[in-house]
Structure formats: structure tokens, C-alpha cells
């Protein structure tokens, strides 16, 4: 079983959809966790990390559900800009560094 | 201020060459990973370094690996003998805390 799984999708929304997007850990000790961004042929980039209380930033919402080891990401009001593959990236319990474990991702695209 | 920046952005090789890669933290970043994404295999992580130290090197393929970091900035990653399923995106992070800032990689294609 793969540490971080996600539903690959793609998903193809309209903009102005709300999308949410779902990852599972393995590891019950993990103590950090984060959404990227990677646009096609670029550098990962950190879109939200992810706390027990659940965080909003604007348009995207992530929660953690520690007792499910499950991890979401909502995102409302899709924009055109959004379309990217979404990474799921958890730190695994026992490292005290930034040892990031991703997931293979899950690929949006938002069209008019 | 500049980012991560590494080098080559591509290469291109001959099976059984060796190749060194390149990446440049951001200034004053103390930690340093190397992460390697193929199509098969999504993003792995392969080393870590704190300082100019490498306290974790668990996820380095085979000992034709390896990797080094000088004067606690650039560092250097070395594949000996290149064999095809080496083929990937070679991607540089950095970072003081937490948040890990991601270089623009290096492409290799090995034929």
C-alpha cells in the first residue's frame, strides 16, 4: 500500500464549480501535512498546509481527519487558473525533518 | 529575493555516462532535499541534507548516487553510469522551517 493515495481524476469542472479532492496517509504517527500546486512541466508549489482544525485560504478549504487518516481539499468557485495537479504531501511520523512524501496527485481542469 | 535555482534545466545522455547536477538554495536556508518525479513513480524523496551534513540518504537508488553539498549552499547531485530508468525530473528544494521552496529541476533523458 502506497504511504499517500489520492484519486488521480482527471476531474473536468466548469468554472464556478466547487471541486474537492480526497488523500489517505498510511502512517497513523504523521504529524504534518500539505497540499501543492504543480502546474504542467513546473516545480511543485505549497498551496495550503493542512491543520487538525481545518483551515480556509479564500476559495480553498482542507481538513484532516486524523481518526480516518484522511486529508481533503475544497475548492470553490473554480477559476480557469486553477487547472493544475493538485499533490497531496504528508510528512510521515518518526522523521523530525521535512522528509516530504507526496501523493501521485490528482489532475484538475476547469474550462469556460 | 531569487529562488532555487538549478542546472542544467536539461540533459540529455548516454546510457553508461555519468552526470552531475546542480542546484543553488535560497541564501540562508539550511536544509536541502533532492526529489526525483518519473511517470511511473510520481515525486520520491532521495536525500536530505542539513548543513553539509546528510543525515538521511534512505531514499538514494543504488550506490550509483550520490550526492554532496559544500560550504552550506550548492550541492550536488552525481549518477555514475546512467542507465535509461534514470530517466526523470531531478527537483531541488530548500528551507529554513517548514515550507520547502522547490527549484525549477532538471530534466535528464538517458537513451
Known amino acids: 500500500r502506497k504511504e499517500v493515495e489520492q484519486d488521480p481524476g482527471p476531474f473536468n469542472v466548469p468554472e464556478g464549480a466547487t471541486v474537492a479532492f480526497n488523500c489517505t496517509y498510511s502512517?497513523?504517527?504523521?504529524?504534518?501535512f500539505f497540499w501543492y500546486r504543480q502546474d504542467c512541466r513546473k516545480e511543485p508549489k505549497l498551496l495550503m498546509s493542512?491543520?487538525?482544525s481545518g483551515n480556509e485560504d479564500g476559495r480553498f478549504t482542507a481538513q484532516l481527519n486524523r481518526a480516518s487518516q484522511y486529508i481533503s481539499l475544497l475548492i470553490r468557485d473554480s477559476k480557469l487558473s486553477d487547472s493544475a495537479t493538485y499533490l497531496c504531501v504528508v510528512i510521515p511520523g518518526g522523521t523530525s525533518y521535512g522528509k516530504l512524501t507526496f501523493g501521485q496527485g490528482t489532475i484538475l481542469t476547469v474550462h469556460p | 529575493g531569487a529562488g532555487v535555482s538549478q542546472s542544467p534545466s536539461n540533459k540529455v545522455t548516454e546510457k553508461g555516462k555519468d552526470v552531475e547536477l546542480r542546484c543553488d538554495p535560497i541564501?540562508?536556508?539550511?536544509?536541502l532535499y533532492w526529489y526525483r518525479q518519473s511517470l511511473g513513480q510520481g515525486l520520491e524523496f532521495l536525500i536530505y541534507f542539513q548543513g553539509n551534513s546528510a543525515p538521511d540518504k534512505s531514499g538514494l537508488p543504488s550506490d550509483r548516487f550520490s550526492a554532496e553539498r559544500t560550504g552550506g549552499s550548492v550541492s550536488t547531485l552525481t549518477i555514475q553510469r546512467t542507465q535509461q530508468e534514470d530517466s526523470a525530473v531531478y527537483l531541488c528544494?530548500?528551507?529554513?522551517?517548514?515550507?520547502?521552496?522547490f527549484g525549477p529541476g532538471t530534466r535528464l533523458l538517458v537513451l
Open positions: 528544494a530548500s528551507s529554513l522551517f517548514e515550507t520547502q521552496y
Open positions: 541564501s540562508g536556508h539550511t536544509a
Open positions: 502512517n497513523s504517527a504523521s504529524q504534518s
Open positions: 493542512v491543520y487538525s
